[in-house]
């Protein structure tokens, strides 16, 4: 949640100008009375007064942390429950991916099945991308205002839904069904992408949040690949009998409605807010804020006013929506370039996306050890350019094992890039929502993925895929500057290792929030450090 007024409730002032606040004591640092730390609304500047808070050695194990105003100490814990969260969420995630590509990796079968041109098709799978971006704001606020069990259960549930309505859609002439079950799961997914920071955040400790965000995302990433591997073994290409391709569809659909059935199940008996205990110091900071204090409106806005954090929104949209345009295409890439290879087609698909789960992990891991998120998300994004550059070139030598290298270079880099870009979101944002922030990337994506899909189609159709591929290396080459651009401030971090300890000063100003306090609250100024480089 957004700490927008901590500490309003704890003030006790009448016509005092000062403020007196109590601020989290941390391995026996006891701060004064003049120091104290506020979340205005999430907009937190900090001005360092004692720099030997700095030098204080943080043990690996901390257990304890002391809320502002509060005169007791608030344990953290980790319990074991969240590695069933994380699993329930990972695997139906996975369910809702599959969906999302299972159409356009065949996309010559089901154009000869439902008798339409491969554009439609597409747009069986740019309607996730175009669901996403009017929907992300009302499934922010419901992840905000009613938690995580009611978000999941939502994104759960859709999911299901749209899974056996595909089971009605299996004729010749039912090709709108097909697209309405296929609008309910892109409406599912926008209650999914937003997820993987809020579980990790809120479930994980410091240690191994990056890792467990990752996690998250493998298990989207996973659900892609299978979307590219399965569908052209269940589905082979019988144009000469569309009764026997409809019995193969059929099987995909209702095989995949019996596992979203079962995943449903699980996620009611599985899935919940947060646990008994706050994981974190940074978690145990924000649970003190009173939900009626929260004002989303406002951390909206102050996102926005957030200069680090849109270069990030602007950068992380151009890799992704390159990545959703690349797995739209491929197809239609493979096809073109090598005739009757569907097979494979999905087989180099899986190659980009398991390539790409594996950097995920390692990134994830790199992240937690190391803490360098500005750095490692330049390198990353350098390497998918080169990645992105070497598949566009050995497309067409007519050497398919070829392909199979490079798609596994381009996807280790620019799929693993995916949870750098949400943990890197979150550190430069907080106290602001993960769920917000987490939920604005996706939405830029989905935006840069519709545009980059349509261009690129157009370009490959008209001309030949290393038009299409080309124009995505200028647009990612952009996107490094971008992201150099970026200022770094590890703010959550900071917070987890004791920097709220710091001496803060608090003035008389007008109240930033939605609600009145007496006249008076809290602005800080607070300067964070940056990260550490190797």
């Not at 003049?34 to 360092?48: F, K, M, P, R, V």
């Not at 699993?87 to 809702?96: D, E, R, T």
């Not at 073109?336 to 790409?356: D, K, S």
Request: proline residues 4%; contains cysteine; negative net charge.
């Amino acid at each position: 949640m957004v700490a927008g007024e901590l500490v309003q409730e704890h003030l006790r002032l009448d016509n005092a100008s000062e403020i007196d606040i109590k601020t989290p004591v941390h391995n026996g640092v006891v701060l004064t009375r003049d120091q104290y730390s506020d979340l205005t609304n999430g907009a937190a500047h900090l001005t360092e007064l004692d720099s030997k808070a700095l030098e204080q050695e943080i043990p690996p194990d901390e257990n304890q942390a002391m809320l502002p105003g509060d005169e007791k100490c608030i344990e953290t814990k980790l319990f074991w429950r969240r590695f069933a969260v994380l699993a329930v969420f990972s695997l139906y995630s996975l369910v809702n991916a599959f969906q999302w590509i299972q159409y356009s990796i065949i996309t010559n079968i089901f154009a000869h099945f439902y008798n339409v041109s491969s554009d439609k098709i597409d747009w069986l799978s740019i309607v996730y991308m175009v669901a996403y971006v009017p929907l992300i704001f009302p499934a922010t606020w419901l992840l905000d205002k009613k938690g995580l069990k009611l978000t999941a259960l939502m994104g759960a549930g859709l999911n299901c839904v749209g899974a056996w309505v595909k089971c009605a859609s299996v004729r010749p002439n039912l090709f709108g069904v097909t697209v309405t079950a296929q609008i309910i799961c892109s409406v599912a997914q926008v209650f999914i992408l937003g997820l993987p920071s809020r579980i990790a955040s809120v479930w994980f400790g410091p240690k191994e949040v990056s890792t467990a965000c990752a996690t998250a995302v493998l298990g989207n990433q996973l659900g892609v690949a299978i979307g590219f591997l399965l569908p052209p073994v269940l589905v082979p290409n019988t144009v000469e009998d569309i009764e026997l391709m409809g019995h193969n569809i059929s099987v995909m659909f209702y095989g995949t409605a019996v596992v979203s059935t079962a995943l449903f199940i699980l996620t009611v008996i599985v899935m919940e807010d947060r646990p008994p205990l706050p994981p974190s110091q940074a978690q145990a900071v924000l649970l003190d804020c009173a939900p009626e204090d929260y004002s989303y409106r406002q951390s909206i806005i102050n996102l926005f006013k957030n200069k680090p954090f849109i270069l990030l929104l602007i950068s992380y949209g151009i890799m992704t929506g390159s990545f959703y345009s690349v797995s739209t295409l491929l197809n239609q890439m493979i096809m073109a370039c090598y005739e009757n290879q569907e097979l494979n087609a999905g087989r180099i698909g899986l190659t980009l996306v398991v390539a790409g789960m594996v950097g995920s992990i390692i990134c994830g891991l790199w992240l937690d050890h190391t803490k360098t998120y500005k750095m490692t998300t330049l390198i990353v994004y350098i390497l998918s350019f080169i990645g992105m550059v070497l598949f566009s070139f050995t497309l067409n030598l007519n050497r398919i094992y070829l392909v199979f290298f490079t798609a596994g270079v381009l996807g280790f880099f620019m799929t693993g890039y995916l949870p750098l870009g949400f943990e890197f979101g979150v550190e430069i944002t907080y106290p602001e929502s993960e769920g917000t922030s987490s939920g604005l990337l996706n939405a830029f994506a989905q935006i840069f993925g519709i545009l980059f899909t349509l261009i690129q189609g157009k370009l490959t159709t008209n001309y030949r895929p290393l038009a299409g591929n080309l124009f995505l290396c200028v647009w990612i080459f952009l996107g490094i500057f971008l992201t150099a651009l970026i200022k770094s401030e590890l703010k959550r971090n900071n917070v987890n290792m004791g920097i709220e300890s710091k001496t803060l000063q608090a003035v008389t100003t007008k109240c930033l929030s939605d609600k009145p306090t007496n006249g008076a609250t809290m602005e800080t100024s607070v300067s964070f450090s940056q990260e550490t480089s190797l």
